[in-house]
């Protein structure tokens, strides 16, 4: 590979967004994991409505004032995000009703976290933080939106600050510090350019077409 192609895949990995990347460099972990879980029958819905229950204690913990441990314990819990895959990969379980499944429970767990979030802050009279959460919750939901919306058109839409991944990594991250008003505040602004950034994509995307 000449210096041309290298510095070309380089730029390709750099757009990757980091849930892709991250699953990449792990997937030496995830393959064995799931080819365990996949000997033991355990189907990978199963595993993806474990992870979503986990993460509804999660939000439970942030909204009865646990931010800390909630914070924690979503470390713990996101890796289960990309074992799903890794178990159905593994016993050949891959469907579409399970890529649909993972992506609802996957909007279902967003709502939760920053539902649980929002009731913390409103308990702690924080009329502000609970807007913001609010715009967080719509641009979170409109992120996946905009790339679902898109893939029906047949283009690519993984670009973006605030994917998945790094909106959980965010969340749990900044939870477990204890630094929430950074968290309402980044969680917001981030959510909301990620969506203007992915409807730019899909306009030049489509104008390039035309």
Known sequence: MNEVDRAASEEQRQREPLSDRLRA???????????????????????????????????????????????LLLLVVAPLDALD????RAGGNDSPFGAFLDSTVD???DAVLILGLTVHRYQEGLPLEVGLLMVALVAALMVSYTRARAEALGLSCKVGL????????????????????????????????????????????CSSRE
């Open 85 to 88: 895959g890794a178990v159905a």
């Open 107 to 109: 909007r279902f767990s």
């Open 25 to 71: 460099r792990t997937a030496a972990v995830l393959q064995p994991v799931g080819r365990f879980l996949a000997g033991l029958g355990i189907h990978p819905n199963t595993v993806t409505l474990v992870g979503f229950v986990l993460q509804t204690g999660v939000g439970a913990l942030f909204a009865l004032g646990h931010g800390r441990w909630g914070g």
């Open 162 to 205: 605030l994917t998945r991944m790094e909106r959980i990594l965010l969340i749990a991250v900044l939870s477990a510090l204890g630094l929430f008003t950074v968290l309402v505040w980044a969680l917001a602004i981030l959510s909301a350019v990620t969506v203007v950034q992915r409807v730019v994509h899909v306009y030049r995307a």
